[in-house]
């Protein structure tokens, strides 16, 4: 069904690449919601709520967990699809997609996974998010993984190096021709940077890790907290929060929308051909909120990130993570059977790294309060198997 809303630039269903195994079209529906549809019944996707953000999924219940996370950017990056007339639904699919991959715990379990993967191809959730959808997902009659378009694929797929852009083939080669992914991706992958920075803050401060002085040295939050609590001095501290953490947003997203749209102008672009050729992303902050963006980054890493009680918790997340590893490697029989039989066939096909591959598999499948339970299982004598 085409829609006429949408700019020529913007992917549809028309000039879309397609699918790897080819489907009939759908009856009701466009491919991209299509794909959604997918994502959403996965399993994979239903994981994402017991799944670390910064906040290990058991500190609390007012928490983003990866999949609140993921519903931020879907509604970010579908409102900004709209107004610039891009495909609303694949930057939906993309942004429900876009963290299938991550491992329990975190950065720090992709760490972790990464560490004990070095030897074996290297552990990189970005790319498992891919294998998630291209592989690992088991559901249909006549494939493996969701067989989505290649743009949503392709959207998923935000960096990756050379070495495995050759080996990913369709999805990998934009990387070596130096080429631009659509501008739904390009939507998708700065709406997520929009969704973190803004509810690091909310949880940072609700959790107590930081504070309004130590926020008010970053200038994209002082310039919207006086402004706030000047219009409202009675405010309750809650309310002042929110009502700033929304300012944030609004005002990244307005950036979002006028620099995207002043870049597009002069581009002008007329295909989405022309969207890819192009010498530079066009969907962006402009400088000054770059700058500001960053300010506000550097501060999270700073303050946040590395604050002692999430430096704990990541330190036991990389415990967990790396004795389970290593136990699974050194004896397949402690893996329930179905991985087992996968160890056995992918160390036929690939030796060590076969094996690794389907261990890491495993434990980057798991929640984080599975992937607990599995260590306590496998390691505390007191605990049922
Ligand atoms: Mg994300």
Redesign the pocket.
């Known amino acids: 069904m085409p829609d006429v809303k949408l700019a020529p630039y913007a992917v549809r269903d028309e000039n879309s690449r397609g699918r790897r195994f080819p489907e009939p079209p759908p009856r009701y529906r466009s491919e991209f919601q299509r794909d959604r549809d997918r994502i959403v019944h996965s399993a994979a996707f239903r994981r994402l709520e017991y799944k670390t953000?910064v906040f290990v999924n058991h500190e609390g219940d007012m928490y983003r967990t990866?999949l609140t996370?993921?519903l931020e950017?879907a509604q970010i990056g579908r409102a900004i699809a709209r107004i610039l007339h891009l495909n609303e639904d694949l930057t939906e699919s993309i942004a429900l997609a876009?963290?299938l991959g991550?491992t329990p715990f975190g950065h720090a379990g992709q760490e972790a996974l990464n560490r004990c993967m070095r030897d074996h191809g290297g552990f990189e959730h970005n790319l498992q998010s891919l294998r998630v959808v291209d592989e690992l997902e088991e559901k249909y009659a006549d494939f493996n993984g969701l067989n989505l378009n290649f743009e949503t694929r392709e959207g998923i797929l935000k960096h990756c190096s050379m070495a495995d852009a050759r080996a990913l083939g369709d999805v990998g080669e934009r990387f070596l021709t130096r080429q631009q992914p659509s501008l739904e991706a390009q939507l998708a992958n700065v709406a997520?940077e929009i969704?973190?920075n803004s509810h690091d803050v909310d949880d940072g401060l609700r959790a107590g890790l930081i504070s309004v002085e130590q926020l008010c040295e970053v200038r994209l939050f002082r310039e919207q907290y006086e402004c706030v609590v000047t219009s409202y001095p009675d405010l309750s501290r809650r309310r002042v929060i929110h009502e700033v953490v929304r300012r944030l947003i609004d005002r990244q997203v307005s950036d979002l929308v006028d620099s995207s749209r002043a870049r597009m102008a002069e581009a002008a672009p007329a295909s989405i051909d022309d969207v890819r050729g192009a010498p530079g992303a066009l969907i962006g902050f402009g400088s000054g909120m770059r700058q500001l963006n960053l300010e506000l980054k550097r501060f999270l890493r700073k303050a946040l990130y590395r604050h002692y009680r999430v430096m704990r918790m990541s330190a036991k997340a990389d415990r967990v993570i790396t004795s389970l590893f290593e136990a699974f490697m050194n004896d397949a029989c402690l893996l329930p059977p179905e991985y087992a039989d996968k160890v056995r066939v992918q160390t036929e096909a690939a030796g060590v790294a076969g094996r690794a591959r389907v261990v890491a598999d495993y434990i980057a499948g798991m929640t984080d309060r599975y992937a607990i339970s599995e260590y306590e299982r496998l390691f505390n004598p007191m605990k049922a198997t």
């Open positions: 953000q990866r996370h993921s950017v876009h963290d991550h997520d969704a973190y």
